[in-house]
T-cell receptor, first 111, second 114 residues
Framework: RKEVEQDPGPFNVPEGATVAFNCTYSNSASQSFFWYRQDCRKEPKLLMS???SGNEDGRFTAQLNRASQYISLLIRDSKLSDSATYLCVVAYSGGYQKVTFGTGTKLQVIP | DTGVSQDPRHKITKRGQNVTFRCDPI?????LYWYRQTLGQGPEFLTYFQNEAQLEKSRLLSDRFSAERPKGSFSTLEIQRTEQGDSAMYLCASSPTGPKGEQFFGPGTRLTVL
């Protein structure tokens, strides 16, 4: 089983739609969770951290479920500019900040 | 620009040649990571530095790969006797010390081995 698993997609959604991605992780000792966004042939960029209580940043909401070991990302009112690959990232301090990336979920927002 | 920088951005080499990549992290960040990414995959961890100390190396990192961070600032990644399977994007990231550990990535070096 992979340490971090994501549905690769692609998710094709119309503008204005709401879309949600899930990500599961296998290491119950994981401590920090992030969503990164990666545009085609560009480097990953931090989208948001994921907190136990859940957090929101504009149209983006991230949730963490430690019991079931998954995190989610909800995007409301999708924009064309949201088209990208969304990477789930899980980290724990095994003496250092060991970080594992998922393979990413591709989102295509259609006019 | 105070972000992470990498040089070169693109490298084309012939099989069997050696290549070296450089990464300059954000100046106040003491953690530095190297990753490799191929098409359709997420970044795969290669190695990690805390200041000048290399604290972790992935099993992916064969003995042809070596990384250094001699003064705890910039880092170099060298690949000896390159193989076609080494073709990938090599990403460098840095982060500050602390429990959260958000990483900030450089633009990457795209390596093509012919």
């Amino acid at each position: 089983r992979k340490e971090v698993e994501q549905d690769p997609g692609p998710f094709n959604v119309p503008e204005g739609a709401t879309v949600a991605f899930n990500c599961t992780y296998s290491n119950s000792a994981s401590q920090s969770f992030f969503w990164y966004r990666q545009d085609c042939r560009k480097e990953p960029k931090l989208l948001m951290s994921v907190y136990s209580s859940g957090n929101e940043d504009g149209r983006f909401t991230a949730q963490l479920n430690r019991a079931s070991q998954y995190i989610s990302l909800l995007i409301r009112d999708s924009k064309l500019s949201d088209s990208a690959t969304y990477l789930c990232v899980v980290a724990y301090s095994g003496g250092y900040q060991k970080v594992t990336f998922g393979t990413g979920t591709k989102l295509q927002v259609i006019p | 620009d105070t972000g992470v920088s990498q040089d070169p951005r693109h490298k084309i080499t012939k099989r069997g040649q050696n290549v070296t990549f450089r990464c300059d992290p954000i100046s106040e960040h003491n953690r530095l990571y190297w990753y490799r990414q191929t098409l359709g995959q997420g970044p795969e961890f290669l190695t990690y530095f805390q200041n000048e100390a290399q604290l972790e190396k992935s099993r992916l990192l064969s003995d042809r790969f070596s990384a250094e961070r001699p003064k705890g600032s910039f880092s170099t990644l060298e690949i000896q006797r390159t193989e076609q399977g080494d073709s990938a994007m090599y990403l460098c990231a840095s982060s500050p010390t602390g429990p959260k550990g958000e990483q900030f990535f450089g633009p990457g070096t795209r390596l093509t081995v012919l």
